[in-house]
């Protein structure tokens, strides 16, 4: 592999970078503000998450990638770009380099075409497309089992053994959609519009799968019958209300994926129980809550965040054990 290498974790909500040598140089929100004729970057990641919008100007907020995939390869070499020149020194941008790109399994065959393509033109000179499930398994060590990776667009669930992949499933159930289904909650009961920001604080800070919480915030919205501000008591028992059936929903698919998990993988599913990880799995009490629901012991990796990041990373130390998974010789 050339001189620099990078493994790089594309996730929906946030675009993380692990370089060999160095560690975990860089995690940013997917996104940026472009500007013009959508052309121009005017700020990317926590820069362009946190403007305010009255200050937008004729800005507009782009994801280029959605549920795991690149959605718009042109904007994405925009943002993208704008990542590396914070990671590379001045000048350095036009050197080669090698990107270990970690991507939702459920991905096409034409969508990772997308995703090489997307990388060389931004200056690797090999690209290399790996499955994430493939990455926390060496994360944690090279142990087989089930993962559930709760991210923000998606949830990939994951039966992994020395020889790969061999069960999972990818579904939409996962931080966003907790979002907005407490806006949607917030509306049905108290008749209260609330905004994104608003309801991804109540997810980040007020959610919780204890029965027990009894916590209360107050937030305001517009009313619905009358589009006036409005006010509203929002319980910790709403919003429990609001995500658990999603949540129930994910159940039925860690189980649909054990059922195909051959046995012998799933015996040792049943015995170590499942790894869990993704930056929604740090919602209070839902790890546990996944546990009692399907009557399984549970360990939360130790870096949820960033846990495929440094699994890619371990990968660069180890090129032949990549090959072997990926079905690439490195010699």
């Known amino acids: 592999m050339s001189q620099i290498e990078f493994a790089i974790d594309l996730g929906s909500s946030f675009f993380t970078v692990y370089q060999k040598g160095a560690g975990l140089v860089l995690r940013e929100p997917n996104m940026a503000l472009l500007a013009g004729d959508g052309n121009v970057v005017r700020e990317v990641g926590y820069k362009a998450k946190n403007m305010h919008v009255s200050t937008l100007g004729n800005s507009k907020p782009v994801y280029p990638v959605k549920e795991g995939v690149i959605v718009d390869s042109d904007t994405a070499v925009l943002v993208f770009k704008e990542f590396f020149k914070k990671i590379l020194p001045d000048g350095i941008i036009k050197r ?11 991905m096409s065959v034409q969508d990772r075409r997308v995703v090489e393509k997307v990388f060389t033109k ?15 398994y060496e994360y944690k060590n090279a142990t087989s089992g089930l993962y559930v990776d709760i991210g923000g667009g998606k ?6 053994s020395g020889n790969g992949i061999v069960a999972g499933a990818v579904v939409n159930i996962a ?10 909650y917030v509306a049905e009961k108290y008749y209260v519009k609330i905004g994104e920001i608003t309801a991804e604080k109540l997810k980040c800070e007020s959610l919780s799968f204890y029965r027990n919480d009894t916590g209360v915030d107050f937030v305001s919205g517009m009313g619905l019958s009358d589009g006036m501000p409005k006010n509203a008591e929002i319980r910790a028992q709403d919003l429990f209300e609001a995500v658990a059936p999603l949540v129930d929903d994910l159940v039925d698919v860690i189980m649909s994926v054990l059922g195909a998990t051959p046995p012998e993988l799933a015996l ?23 546990a009692d629901r399907l009557g399984l012991y549970s360990t ?4 949820v965040e960033n846990g495929v990041t440094l699994g890619g990373g371990k990968f660069l130390d180890d090129v032949k054990k990549l090959g072997a998974l990926i079905g690439v010789d490195f010699d």
């Open 175 to 184: 931080g966003n959609a907790f979002t907005n289904a407490i806006i949607d």
């Open 122 to 136: 931004l200056g690797a000179r090999a690209v290399y497309v790996c499955d994430s499930p493939l990455a926390l």
């Open 155 to 160: 949830t990939e669930v994951a039966s992994v």
């Open 268 to 290: 040792e599913v049943n015995r170590n129980g499942i790894y869990i990880t993704g930056g929604s799995s740090q919602i209070s009490g839902l790890n546990q809550y996944l």
């Open 300 to 303: 939360t990796l130790e870096d």
């Open 96 to 106: 080669k380099f090698t990107a270990l790109v970690l991507v939702t399994s459920s």
